[in-house]
C-alpha cells in the first residue's frame, strides 16, 4: 500500500475559510479532507497531514520544512517522515481523486524504480498536487527549493518536482484511468466548491 500524505496549508484567501475543513458535500456533512482521504483508501494510508491540524479528524500532522515556504515546504516534510518509500501525494482541496489514477501512478513507480516523483501532465503543465513521490526524493526536492526560493514568496510546486528524476505522465497514459480528468479539479472558491457538491449529489442521484 501506498504511504498518503495530504497538503492541507493552503492560505485558502480565495475561499475564506480553510477548505480541507469544509463540509463536504452538505453543511452537515464531515469535512472534504476524509472525503480525499476515503476516495483512494483501498490503495493508500493511512493519511498523514501537512498542515496547521487535524482539521478534526485525528491523524497524524507534520509541520512544514521550516526553512521553505509554500507547499513544497510540506510536502517534503512530510516525504522525509514517511515510512513507506512510495507516497501518494495529494491536495486537501480534491472532491474527485480516482484510485485507479493513483493506482497506475504507483504501477509506474513500481516499474521504472529510477525516477523518484511521478507526476501527470495535463494541458502541458505539471500536475504535483496528485502525484506519487519517492521518499528518497526530499533531499533533492529541497534542495531545488532553496534555490528557487524567493523573499515572501515559496517556489513554485511545478518547478520543484523538475529538481528531482522526474517521470511526467503524458495525458495520452493517464486519460485511460481518469477521462474526465476529475481528479484535478479543486475547489479554490465557493463557485467550485458549489459545483463539485452539485456533482456529487447528482452522481447520488439527488438523494442528499
Sequence with gaps: MLGLLILAGGRSSRM???????????????????????SV???????????????????PVVSDDKSLT??????????????????LVLAGD???PSPLLASGLAE???????AQAIVPERAGKLEPLFAVYRRDAAPDLRAM????????????????VTGVRLR???????????????SFFNCNTPAELATAAARVRRDLGGDR
Design 41 to 59: 483508501a483501498e490503495i493508500a494510508g493511512p493519511p498523514t497531514i501537512a498542515g496547521p491540524h487535524d482539521f478534526g479528524t485525528g491523524w
Design 168 to 182: 511526467r505522465v503524458a495525458e495520452s497514459e493517464w486519460r485511460g484511468w481518469d477521462p474526465e480528468g476529475m
Design 145 to 160: 527549493a532553496r534555490q528557487l526560493e524567493r523573499p515572501g514568496k515559496g517556489p513554485s510546486l511545478r518547478h520543484v
Design 70 to 87: 509554500g507547499p513544497a515546504a510540506g510536502l517534503i516534510a512530510g516525504l522525509a517522515q514517511s515510512s513507506r518509500e512510495l507516497v
Design 94 to 96: 480534491l472532491p474527485f
Design 108 to 114: 509506474i513507480a513500481g516499474r521504472e524504480r529510477g
Design 16 to 38: 475564506g475559510q480553510e477548505k480541507p475543513g469544509m463540509p463536504f458535500p452538505n453543511p452537515t456533512d464531515p469535512p472534504l479532507i476524509r472525503r480525499v482521504a476515503a
